[in-house]
């Protein structure tokens, strides 16, 4: 795991008085354990993996509270979770990363959403949109507008987060309707502090079962019942919600003596916007806006009646809105010319219409607003300073230009130091020398850092697991086979049975490697069915071969990663075989990341006995390395970079191995695989070393010395120095 939260756990037990510090994620944790949840479940992805693991390190209070947590296998199977709560009151609360992980979850959660809840069912949603975001660009908002489920977007601190958990359950209770809680990246890591409550134990629970099992064809999505659900929606729900959160004022309203324009935010856009209102002068220190703002910690549905009265009376409002369609801005525009209010509406024609609303883009936007709007309490003065004190941001970027003097490269990501799947996209650029180009299907992963330079080897990404059914279109017009990557963690997912099954049961012709590293990497290594290490309570380790041999692939081969050339010829008997089907082959090598965060402690505790500890290095003979920097291109390791030559008769730098290196030996395989040149070698560092190693050290260095003349003395006398 990339982070163990055992020692903050501890804090999950404060009582109610007590105060709360820490990251967001541990608030909600917390938030869930005073809401009396009696069931938790989830898929790992960022910004919300943190979550998981928090979850899985406070397995012994979760226990003790009856509260049943389940790592499940994937969105789909967590969402599913939540159909405990549509015949018994139990709250449940499930969780992944959006949109990605509500598209496959999407079929439990619009079953979900028709059928409706008696108990609380809260989705905890990492919104990963915006700069810091790896996946497509598209927000949670459509799918809940599509669903009618409720969108709750608190504002980015550890109160309003916890509060927005409990009121999430309350609200889902009284309009037996299922609720979604978005989380940016930043109020999933924000840190503050709250006033905790009691833990509460479940009514129902691990340990107080339901002793009579409830049915109800009501419940059941199926004509006619599906049929009422739609009017329940609509004729019941929807009221009831909205009566929620007008009464338990969800929402809030801040006023500022600014009072003829104002700014409607969602929850979660409330610090940025507060910033840039204070660069612009119009907030203090304390974030006392001049400019009255209405805060939508529940971004769907609007209440119309609360938008009216925030409106009445101001000459112009403008709404923040990240990304496009702007279903809010429309929602609102429509609700204002309902109630024939004067109230001029601005949003898109000042922000963006697409892309993170970051702190430069909101000061702009706001600045521009206000020139427009010109507030009456503001003089053409003070309208002029506002605009003026944004005028500074469009010279950061020349500024920081001109500072460096020097254009800075780009620098895509790319494969970790180390990784054993770096080696593999090696191996089929070798490959492709001999064959020619080939087709390859990418997948969601670590892996998809083999689209990017120096391998540039992908021509899709359709989705977690879907590598290999990506291809099954593309495969039959192809004049030779094609090739589809997929990680282990998308096997279990989904790629088993979209990809696998599909191409055993359509008997085509393809080439599939899946890439075992033992975890799901890209989100911090957790545990999948196959991992090498498993947790405590979940023993059993799944084997991918097994299962590939069970629905009746019959070529599979097992290849080391970091064998390159025994990696490239396997990569040509698949593609060149008479054999038909799937052709598989398992790149077996562990995530470097997990394999280091594991032998670092035990090699720390052998230093610390005293033991022998043997770590490799590997290197570069300047005099031997010619300049050519193949051995870069191909593979593209962090820790391979180049230095000023050291001989004077040469200009060209030459190719060395930084202090990065962690042995994994991919450079001298690429130079072995592809016949480069001679120049890598292998050293071993040797801690703690034996007797006999200290004694033919310095007969080396000894002999060395005499060698280069720097030192004429008998390895005798070396000897006994």
Not at 134 to 152: D, G, N, P
Not at 620 to 643: E, F, M
């Amino acid at each position: 795991m990339e982070r163990s939260f055992a020692e903050e756990v501890k804090r999950l037990s404060l009582g109610a008085g007590k105060e709360f510090h820490g990251e967001g994620i541990l608030a909600v944790t917390k938030a869930l354990l005073q809401s009396g949840v009696s069931y938790i479940g989830g898929y790992q992805g960022a910004p919300v993996s943190h979550l998981i693991d928090v979850l899985g390190d406070s397995k012994e209070l979760l226990d003790e509270l009856g509260i049943y947590f389940e790592n499940s296998a994937s969105e789909a199977g967590a969402a599913a979770m939540l159909g405990a709560s549509v015949n018994y009151p139990v709250r449940g609360a499930v969780t992944w990363k959006s949109t990605v992980g509500t598209n496959v979850a999407s079929d439990a959660l619009s079953n979900l959403a028709s059928a409706g809840v008696v108990g609380g069912a809260l989705v905890i949603l990492g919104e990963d949109y915006g700069e810091g975001s790896s996946i497509i660009q598209e927000r949670t908002h459509a799918f809940a507008m599509k669903s009618q489920m409720w969108l709750m977007d608190p504002r980015p601190n550890l109160t309003s987060i916890v509060n927005a958990v409990e009121q999430s359950f309350e609200l889902s209770e009284a309009s037996h309707t299922p609720v979604m809680l978005q989380l940016r990246i930043r109020a999933c890591h924000v840190h503050g502090s709250f006033v905790c409550k009691d833990n509460r134990a479940p009514q129902i629970s691990t340990r107080e079962t339901i002793s009579q099992p409830k049915f109800d064809f009501s419940n059941i999505n199926l004509p006619p019942s599906i049929y009422a659900h739609e009017r329940l929606k609509v004729e019941s729900r929807w009221p009831a919600a909205i009566e929620f959160i007008k009464s338990q004022k969800l929402n809030e309203h801040f006023e500022g003596d600014c009072s003829d324009v104002g700014l409607v935010i969602p929850g979660g856009l409330y610090n940025g916007t507060i910033r840039a209102l204070q660069q612009l002068g119009l907030a203090d220190t304390f974030g006392t806006s001049r400019i009255p703002l209405f805060v939508l910690n529940v971004v769907y549905p609007l209440v119309p009646e609360e938008l009216i009265n925030f409106c009445d009376g101001k000459r112009a409002v403008l709404m923040v809105e990240e990304g496009q369609p702007n279903y809010m801005e429309d929602a609102l525009q429509a609700i204002l010319r309902r109630a024939n209010s004067g109230t001029r509406l601005h949003g898109k024609d000042i922000f963006p219409m697409a892309g993170e609303y970051t702190g430069e883009v909101l000061t702009k936007a706001i600045a521009e607003f206000v020139r427009q709007a010109a507030p009456t309490n503001l003089s053409e003065v003070g309208v002029q300073e506002v605009v003026d004190s944004a005028a500074p941001l469009a010279q950061l970027k020349p500024r920081a230009v001109n500072a460096l003097g020097t254009p800075v490269p780009a620098r895509p990501p790319g494969f970790c130091i180390g990784c054993p799947e770096r080696p593999v996209f090696a191996a089929m650029k070798l490959m492709q020398e001999e064959l020619g180009t080939v087709h390859v299907s990418a997948d969601i992963g670590c892996h998809t850092f083999g689209t990017l330079p120096p391998f540039n080897t992908g021509s899709t990404v359709l989705g977690y697991g879907l590598g290999l059914a990506s291809s099954s279109g593309v495969g039959p017009l192809m004049n030779k086979r094609v090739i589809s990557v997929m990680g282990d963690g998308g096997f279990w997912h989904n790629g088993f049975t979209s990809g696998v099954v599909n191409a055993v049961y359509n008997n085509q012709d393809s080439v599939l490697v899946i890439l075992k590293n033992g975890y799901t990497s890209a989100t911090g290594t957790q545990a999948i069915p196959s991992s090498p290490t498993q947790p405590a309570a979940k023993p059993l380790t799944l084997d991918i071969e097994a299962a590939l041999h069970g629905v009746g692939v019959k070529w599979v081969r097992k290849v080391t990663s970091y064998h390159v050339s025994e990696m490239r010829d396997t990569l040509m008997e698949a593609m060149t075989t008479e054999e038909g089907g799937l052709k598989v082959i398992i790149a077996d090598g562990e995530c470097q990341l997990e394999r280091q965060r594991r032998i670092k402690p035990i090699n720390a505790a052998k230093l610390k006995r005293g033991e022998r500890v043997v770590r490799t290095r590997f290197g570069i003979d300047d005099d031997v390395c010619t300049g050519d920097h193949s051995c870069i291109r191909l593979s593209g390791c962090p820790s391979l970079t180049i230095k000023p030559n050291p001989s004077p008769l040469r200009q060209d730098p030459v190719a060395t191995v930084n202090q990065g290196c962690v042995g994994c030996g991919l450079c001298g395989e690429n130079a072995h695989a592809s016949a480069l040149c001679p120049s890598f070698f292998k050293a071993e560092i040797v801690q703690n070393a034996t007797s006999f190693e200290l004694f033919m050290n310095r007969l080396r260095q000894g002999v060395i010395r005499a060698m280069a003349g720097k030192r004429s003395v008998s390895a005798a006398e070396e000897l006994k120095a």
